[in-house]
């Protein structure tokens, strides 16, 4: 049972890399517990997307005759949105097996043991491969609020099947999950509360654009900021305010979402030797523990916890692997929030360039300026676009928007950032009109 390399865990990391091993003529050995596609594809990124969308449907019908088209009495009928969740994860499951077939790679199911460098066990039998990936992700953490044990009281993953649209939700995070969940529900007319312990929501997103954000969800969403859940008392989620005032509120459903733990127990990591700590598995550049020959990658290195963060890391463990120079660059990732209205950004925000060091101009327009924008969403659409440069040297540090199909925008940024070219290097760059994603070009000119 000798492999080129084992990996361990399915997720983007994991069949993405290991695809891309076996294209190059590698023997790979791909273990997974549960599911093909990890908890991005079963419990994560795609169904939360798929129902998303479907509110997303339901909005747009009920807004139509804004623009001309007349409907009838608008229904969302939830086990239908959920029946086309389960056939959206159902066929990209078989898509992923496919792909490891046509490839070569061996699937193995069941819970896998690190042995050290070469060896791991799956059931009884050991597995030796010249190197091991762990790409074991994570898992919605749940702190020890009283109360917190109740059936009402779901994570993620939980509320992704739940059976009946509740009339009221209280979220506890406002993170990403917890927006894009607050999101969809709001719009299917539930009453929503965030309960958030920082003073303000999504903590890694520019706090002009979040201050903007929040107000373009008023009236959708009731915020929370700056305090603290202290127990779950049946339906009625108790909390102090940042003064000190103690207050509840009763809801159907309470959504945990206050972050997410690396999955690092029950797998010999500790007797391998390996290094972690709660954070996750300790690497360099190239993705190596400090374990030869064993590499991580993903949500369990508590890098960077996206999806396509996981597959670069994959990539670069790869390059690694076949004696190519590579390293994982965290300058550049894109992120985005899928909800209604989007939000998106990659690299610095103001106040992050602040820290580093630069000296910061920065420019901000609406994204009304753009005529697709204005034609698709009418002049009570919300979104901005805002560019963060280094004033002395002109070369771009971040943009963050939101508003529109940011998501399907900013992977360009992450293009001009990592060839760190300079406002007027983007100036000459020809946008196609009318986009949205032009208005990222006029902003520039606002420098």
Not at 16 to 24: D, G, I, L, Q, T
Not at 178 to 187: D, K
Not at 308 to 335: C, Q, Y
Request: aromatic letters at 6%.
């Amino acid at each position: 049972m000798n492999y080129d390399i084992i990996i361990i865990g399915a997720g983007p990391g994991g069949y993405e890399m290991a695809e891309r091993a076996a294209h190059k003529g590698k023997k790979v050995l791909l273990v997974e517990k549960a599911n093909l596609g990890g908890v991005c594809l079963n419990h994560g990124c795609i169904p939360t997307k798929t129902l998303l969308n479907s509110a997303k449907h339901y909005v747009h019908a009920k807004e139509a005759p804004e623009f001309g088209v007349t409907t009838g009495e608008v229904q969302f009928d939830l086990s239908v949105a959920m029946g086309w969740k389960k056939d959206v994860i159902q066929t990209l499951r078989g898509g992923i097996a496919g792909m490891m077939k046509k490839n070569q790679v061996e699937t193995l199911f069941g819970e896998a043991k690190l042995l050290g460098s070469r060896k791991v066990q799956v059931g009884d039998t050991v597995y030796e491969g010249d190197n091991v990936v762990i790409a074991t992700g994570g898992s919605p953490f749940v702190p020890p609020i009283p109360g917190a044990d109740q059936p009402h009281v779901m994570t993620s993953k939980e509320i992704l099947n739940v059976e009946e649209m509740p009339k009221s939700l209280v979220v506890i995070g406002g993170g990403v999950i917890g927006i894009e969940f607050a999101s969809f529900f709001s719009s299917l007319g539930v009453k929503v509360d965030i309960i958030e312990m920082l003073d303000e929501i999504i903590p890694f997103m520019d706090n002009e654009q979040a201050v903007a954000f929040r107000k373009a969800l008023k009236g959708k969403i009731d915020f929370n900021l700056g305090c603290r859940v202290t127990a779950i008392d049946g339906h009625n989620v108790k909390y102090t305010t940042k003064g000190g005032e103690e207050k509840s509120i009763n809801a159907d459903i309470v959504l945990m979402s206050v972050g997410r733990s690396p999955n690092l127990s029950g797998m010999g990591f500790d007797e391998a030797k390996l290094d972690f700590d709660r954070v996750g598995i300790k690497t360099d550049a190239q993705q190596r523990t400090n374990l030869p020959n064993v590499f991580a990658i993903g949500d369990v290195t508590g890098k960077s916890q996206l999806a396509h963060s996981a597959t670069r890391m994959g990539e670069v463990a790869l390059n690694t692997i076949l004696g190519k120079k590579d390293k994982f660059r965290t300058n550049a990732i894109p992120w985005v929030v899928y909800s209604m209205p989007e939000i998106a950004g990659c690299g610095m925000t103001e106040e992050q360039a602040k820290e580093a060091g630069h000296t910061v101009e920065s420019a901000s327009l609406p994204l009304l300026m753009s005529g697709r924008f204005l034609a698709e969403n009418g002049k009570k659409g919300a979104g901005s676009v805002k560019v963060v440069v280094d004033a002395e040297t002109r070369v771009l540090l971040g943009v963050h928007m939101f508003g529109g199909i940011c998501s399907e925008i900013i992977w360009g940024v992450a293009a001009l950032i990592e060839a760190e070219l300079r406002v007027e290097d983007i100036q000459e760059i020809v946008f196609p009109h009318p986009t949205v994603g032009e208005v990222i070009r006029s902003t520039m000119f606002q420098l």
